[in-house]
């Protein structure tokens, strides 16, 4: 059987995902069930090594520019899409991390971007 290799799946979404997610200040309890579903999937699995939710809250963005930090409020890129959460899953393939992420709930709203995660032997 050939190695595992692990990919990280960036959930990302805009303020129009999110408003079709949230319900006032809370999660939609459907998403959070297919979150649970998923997360019981990849552990039973064997395949899960970890996933977060990511809050824009207290976030900062941090430049270095000849030395000096740069602090700003906020992770906020020139894009529309915020890093919303990921999951971490160490799998056989790209194809198999592929069929992963296009369980995660979100990717029904916005886009779930697929990296393989360098092993540090690799670099």
Do not use: N
């Not at 649970?36 to 270095?64: C, F």
């Not at 000096?68 to 790209?94: I, Q, R």
Request: proline share 4%; with cysteine.
């Amino acid at each position: 059987m050939l190695p595992f290799v692990k990919y990280m799946m960036l959930i990302y979404g805009t303020d129009e995902t999110w408003q079709r997610i949230y319900d006032g200040d809370k999660v939609g309890d459907d998403l959070m069930r297919a979150h649970h579903a998923l997360t019981d999937q990849l552990v039973a699995s064997g395949e899960y090594v970890a996933s977060s939710g990511l809050t824009v809250e207290a976030a900062r963005t941090v430049r270095v520019r000849d030395g000096v930090p740069a602090v700003t409020d906020g992770p906020f890129t020139e894009a529309k899409e915020v890093l919303a959460g990921y999951y971490l899953v160490d799998c056989a393939s790209v194809e198999r991390a592929t069929e992963i992420a296009a369980l995660i709930p979100e990717a029904a709203l916005d886009l779930v971007e697929v990296r393989r995660v360098l092993d540090p032997a690799d670099m």
